[in-house]
């Protein structure tokens, strides 16, 4: 592993519902700058591992540190998630959506970085024809883009996207890579989960593949694409 | 378990019975009422645990609330010890209203009426009675949470009780202790009520104790359960 | 400052969902409609006792309609799991939770305004007492609904039969708050007796829990 500084770092973080081990003891360390696609099946706890990075669910036993703080809800502002829901108001425009979400980062914080204009942001991802259309109206790789948006807007330095190109057509498939190639060379760290890895291959530097509840594999390659 | 058992039984149930004794056989008859007056030795001091326990109830929950991040174990017992006393709770405050009911149909006439402490007693009641559904329909680590937030609210209820006898114009007999100079009981009547409050105390004592036991037994056998779980599969993937 | 901010803007984007979809107001207002019409059937609304059973249904009729709207409150989030993006945001969760109280005793108050003509021509009403007062117990006690109700929809969001147990959970609180809004409404639509101390009560029910309120609700909203 390339001897970047981590982002993240999990030691022995186990999730169990019930009698339901939904994380087994995961311990990794993931560098920082770097983009990381994490594979597996159904169930073997790819968007459990998100959520727990992102604060919002609790580990049952371990120690998760995110971007060198122990406290994930403490640093959720540095972070930013999406889910495979797309987190955003069917009946609101793009830009009303955008605009409500940017209001709460600013008035929270006005001293952070700048981040993006809702204008901007939905020009990055390629819908700066269609700000004033209810996302409801979307279709579901519209509806994404816009969530990337959203998210994209605050700037976050570690990026969770849970299966950010499901049911997504081609275009928007292929614009949210673009975006997020961009991203990778402006040295955010990334972990998206997908069940395409062919189509997350050009901006990734390791496949991790998850099985039951673990990171079973991990394969990293050279920033040229080939394998290391 | 079986400590507590040999231990708090026989002294529970010995000060019971030396308080139905004094209640049913030494205290002298009440005046206008008569017999009947002798559930007051039942009904009062049931009435009083049914006002105490929601304060370990609310003390647990206040600590569960405070340390359940800082220290997840200790907060479980916490966890525990509230649960016990709002089940106790409720225990007592059925017998309260049961017993009060029957009294006030020997002396007022009727079974109910709706004047402040019994409305406020009653609503006690219904405040541990969702507070245990809260804990019934909700699954998963948030359980402990919302209940104990919910109990924080059950809790501030408690007072308001306790003030609304002053508030409200009430049927029910002003407060017999405490009241001012008319008020207070026949000397005579002391041992008696003073032994059953004892008495019921231990009882209900004990009965959180059981519980709260029970309920670590509980919560150690989940998290085996949930250590199984992370173990077992784990062979099952090598 | 900012949190005023914040607060208006989660206010804002409240109103503009309920504006375009109504799914509130409309259930509520109708549902209130219903109960009043059906309790002037269960009870003879003549001139007489109308006064003094009319405090009793005009509340129960708001408090059973106010908790179909504090119901879609936060399911509103639930969908599109906006509700997640809410937690991720660096905005105090109080401010939520606030933004949704003003909400919510916002639509009550508009379903008061068109039932309270209504109640008063099928009841034949006319406050004997200081009619007045009427515009300090109608806020103070939707207060006291909506802001429990609000809170507790939100501890119900994650359970079981979600709607089933807001008003179980709800109702027994809210009973001296009832209790309260009931004796002085009657108090002052007969004028027998003086509202005061009902009034005194309800402000501070209202003071003591919204406090409350506001404090707990980040542990509800990251209960898990």
Sequence with gaps: ?228 | MKRTLQVGLPIALAILAVGFYQAIFVAPTEATMGEVQRIFYYHVPSAIMALLFPYVNFAASAAYLLIRRSNPLRAQAADALALAAAEVTLVFASIGLATGMLWGRAAWGIWWTWDARLTSFLMLWLLYVSYLLLRRFTAGGQTQTLAAVLSVFAAIDVPIVYMSIRWWRTQHPSPVFFGGPDTGIDPHMVPAFVLNVAGWFAWGVLLVTLRYQLQRKRQRADQDATLRALESTLQSVR | MNYARTVWAHLQKDLRLEWRSKDALNGMLFFSLLVVVLFSFAFDPTMAVSRQIAGGILWVALLFASVTALNQTWTRELRNRVLDAQRMAPSPASALFLSKVLANFLFVTMIQVVLAPLFIIFYNLRAIGQGWLMLLVLPLGTLALVVNGTFFAALSLRTRNREMLLPLILFPVSVPALLAMVQSTTAILTGESDPGLWIRMLSGYDIIFVTLCLLLFETVLDAE
């Design chain 1, 1 to 228: 592993m390339p001897s970047a500084t981590r982002a993240i770092h999990l030691n022995e973080v186990s999730k169990v519902y019930g009698d339901f081990a939904a994380l087994r003891k995961v311990t990794a360390e993931l560098s920082a700058g770097k983009t990381f696609v994490i594979l597996g099946q159904n169930g073997a706890g790819k968007s459990t591992l998100l959520r727990i990075l992102a604060g919002l669910i609790r580990p049952s036993f371990g120690k998760v540190t995110v971007l060198g703080s122990q406290d994930v809800a403490a640093i959720r502002r540095r972070i930013g998630y999406l889910s495979h829901d797309s987190m955003v108001y069917d009946e609101l425009t793009a830009l009303e959506n955008l605009g409500y979400a940017a209001r709460l980062y600013a008035d929270a914080d006005p001293s952070a970085e700048p981040m993006w204009k809702p204008e901007e942001a939905l020009d990055l991802v390629g819908l700066d024809a269609a700000l004033d259309r209810p996302v409801g109206k979307f279709s579901q790789g519209m509806r994404q883009r816009a969530a990337l948006a959203r998210v994209l807007m605050s700037k976050p330095e570690l990026l969770l996207l849970d299966e950010p190109f499901s049911n997504v057509d081609f275009a928007s498939s292929s614009k949210m890579l673009q975006v997020l190639g961009k991203l990778r060379a402006e040295g955010k760290t990334i972990l998206l989960t997908t069940h395409q890895p062919e189509l997350a291959r050009p901006i990734a530097d390791c496949f991790c593949t998850m099985h039951e509840g673990q990171i079973a594999a991990m394969e990293f390659f050279s920033p040229e694409g080939s394998a290391a």
